[in-house]
């Protein structure tokens, strides 16, 4: 389209795309406010690192340790080292930290900037000649400091085990390596270039907070090699971090999850809603998604894992926190999970914002799948029921704009387990030992117990058949008997021979979900009668 002749239509054309620029650049308050918030997550959590380093410094001298000077004077002095190494590499992070500040407007120490600038981040981390912006520096130095770690006498292997945090994070985006970028270049364009300086300080600390991980860990190792006993270990706590507390769509999501300083020896067991996440050899739980939808999403991360100082199982948890946006448009969000279940108790919930005409504008079917979808009674909020196991394609549109979002259906979780309820009240899954007579009499049945991080509350399963085996006083062999429903009375010829001595299991045990979808129970619920 050619411009136009007069100069004050030109000049009006211009000052328009200037604005649609300006709009188009714009950062919302409450994606600002989340960066603050994990910003000071982790200015928290390498402050505890550091008191840890520090103790584990101090208890070198401790009198424990007294019968192995050799050992504290040879492995002392690499700890410190470790530590020397890593505090001047915080103190320059904090450096740029402070730089990035005063280039989006700060004039005085702890005085106000632009949070949500983001041209500073760029000039200061991405533009420049080549090896010479910040961001190149930085990777240049972080390479070093690890170079530096592996130089320090037997810490070569431990240091080749800590984590990567120059790994760029796989995108769908366009490849920066096709544009002829450096490593550190095409590393300081994916953290910083145009970054809003509040989230680019998020980053920072996230290296800084790296950085002390590092420093605990060859710390504890150095310390370790002091004599035989076990390293003190500090209170257990469940870790969980999300590769990037933002994604676009498409984009890939991994979660990794892990006990303190991820003890495999501890034998944890990870699940994150309700999935088990398989261990790796240091004990960490990988968890790999893909973002989908939009908005604000969370991964409840259970851990149970066994206390080396108490013996006894323990359980921590967790919560993951991120948000998916999409570039233009609007933003399709399932509330609760990433997937539609079968069933789910009044439907899975799905938020739709950003409608040009307000939530009223909003329209929303199901293109293809096993769905159907109906309004809320909260505007911009729909729930979708799903009937089987496929993809559910929505169409949502505000008159304006289109958009199409792809979720999987799937059956709901299996049961925790199964158990017998009634008077006997054995209600752990296992079963145990009874009397004869109370067993007899008590017209007892069987329910399911929910997984305890499943995100709905107020899911129900009842049991369609069970197998029940008899055996021991009062029987010859092992006699069984399948049972249709979920009550014992089903056995009763064979309840009523039981006595002191018989031995009773209940298997093979199918229950079924609000969606009418089978669930096989693994466990065996086994009583010994008295």
Known sequence: MALPKEPRQKMINIMYLVLTAILALNVSSEILNAFKTIDDSFGKSSEGLSKRSAKLIADFDADANSK????????????????????????????????????????????????????????????????????????????????????????????????????????????????????????????????????????????????????????????????????????????????????????????????????????????????????????????????????????????????????????????VKFKVGVPTGLAVSTDKTRVFYIGAPGGNPVSVSGAAGGAGSIKINVVSGPGSVSPSSTPGVFNVVTTAVGDVVLSVSDGKTTTKVTVPSKKLPDPQYAYVYGTLNENTGIGGVVSADAFKKNQTGISTKLPADFVFKDVTYSVKSFTMQFSGKGFTGTESINITGSLLSGARKLLDRCEPGSTVSITDIVAEDAGKQEHKLKNTIGFYLK
């Open 68 to 319: 192995f000077p050799e050992k504290v004077a040879t492995w002392k002095p690499r700890a410190e080292k470790v530590k020397e190494l890593s505090e001047n590499l915080y103190a320059q992070i904090e450096n740029l930290k402070a730089e990035l500040k005063k280039e989006s407007g700060q004039k005085t120490p702890n005085g106000e900037f632009k949070e949500d600038d983001l041209e500073a981040t760029t000039r200061l981390f991405v533009n420049g000649k080549e090896g010479e912006s910040k961001g190149e520096l930085l990777y240049a130095a972080i390479l070093k400091y690890k170079e530096d770690l592996s130089k320090i006498d037997s810490l070569k292997k431990p240091v080749s085990n800590l984590p990567d945090f120059l790994t760029v994070p796989k995108s769908n985006n366009s490849n920066a390596a096709q544009l002829g970028l450096t490593p550190a270049q095409q590393w300081s364009s994916v953290y910083f270039h145009m970054t809003p300086t509040v989230a680019a300080l998020a980053m920072l600390s996230k290296f800084q907070n790296d950085i002390r991980n590092s420093q605990t860990q060859l710390i504890e190792y150095c310390y370790s090699q002091i004599n035989s006993v076990s390293l003190p270990i500090p209170n257990f706590g469940a870790i969980a971090n999300a590769s990037s507390t933002m994604v676009m769509a498409g984009d890939e999501l991994t979660i990794t999850a892990g006990l303190g300083a991820y003890n495999k020896d501890a034998k944890p067991i990870i699940t994150i809603d309700g999935a088990g996440v398989p261990l790796g050899p240091d004990g960490q739980g990988v968890y790999k998604m893909t973002a989908s939808g939009s908005g604000d999403f969370s991964k409840h991360v259970t851990i149970t894992y066994n206390d080396p100082t108490t013996g006894k199982q323990e359980t921590k948890s967790t919560d």
